[in-house]
T-cell receptor
């Protein structure tokens, strides 16, 4: 199975702190994407990183990818209460948008 | 631009009944995907349409599930007969192309089978 595993499963921090979530996967990939899901809502695309990239930034988000370790991390800096959500990594092996999702990290940012 | 819309948003049906979920992709998106997350499990790929053709249906769990996309516009996912283990959230997504294109997910159809 290529399913990813997120770590930690749950994370609780204070507003203003940084949040780091990790994702590991098992097979080679073409790209990896991070998604956010607010409670009871749909999945929102955050960032895509390709297999030949090591780091990408988007606003307060920083994603790293280490293909040798088959892992990725998502860093949210200066977190806000509105960042409270579940975060999923999704790997795409063949670039056909057939994603393998991890189990998710539930982030709680306390005001 | 309207996003991916799904209907119904929530559905409660009895075991053995039939439910049909509908997805309207973003206009102009040829690629349409169905994913689902059943209780306590990961989000899993079900199938991928390119226009009206099934490009990949390797994730469909069994023959109780039937997906269609007549005319290459909206899609339906029918579960007949529904079983308890089918409970979960069914996500539809669409994209203009593949090759790492961003795909846009709908809000999901939350299905409860009792």
């Amino acid at each position: 199975s290529q399913q990813g595993e997120e770590d930690p499963q749950a994370l609780s921090i204070q507003e203003g702190e940084n949040a780091t979530m990790n994702c590991s996967y098992k097979t080679s990939i073409n790209n990896l994407q991070w998604y956010r899901q607010n409670s009871g809502r749909g999945l929102v695309h955050l960032i895509l990183i390709r297999s030949n990239e090591r780091e990408k930034h988007s606003g307060r988000l920083r994603v790293t990818l280490d293909t040798s370790k088959k892992s990725s991390s998502l860093l949210i800096t200066a977190s806000r209460a509105a960042d409270t959500a579940s975060y999923f990594c999704a790997t795409d092996r063949y670039n056909f948008n057939k994603f393998y999702f991890g189990s998710g990290t539930k982030l709680n940012v306390k005001p | 631009e309207a996003g991916v819309t799904q209907f119904p948003s929530h559905s409660v049906i009895e075991k053995g009944q039939t439910v049909t979920l509908r997805c309207d992709p973003i206009s102009g998106h040829d690629n349409l995907y169905w994913y689902r997350r059943v209780m306590g499990k990961e989000i899993k790929f079900l199938l991928h349409f390119v226009k009206e053709s099934k490009q990949d249906e390797s994730g469909m769990p069994n023959n109780r599930f039937l997906a269609e996309r007549t005319g290459g516009t909206y899609s339906t996912l029918k579960v007949q007969p529904a079983e308890l283990e089918d409970s979960g959230v069914y996500f539809c997504a669409s994209s203009r192309g593949v090759s790492g294109n961003t795909i846009y997910f709908g809000e999901g159809s939350w299905l409860t089978v009792v």
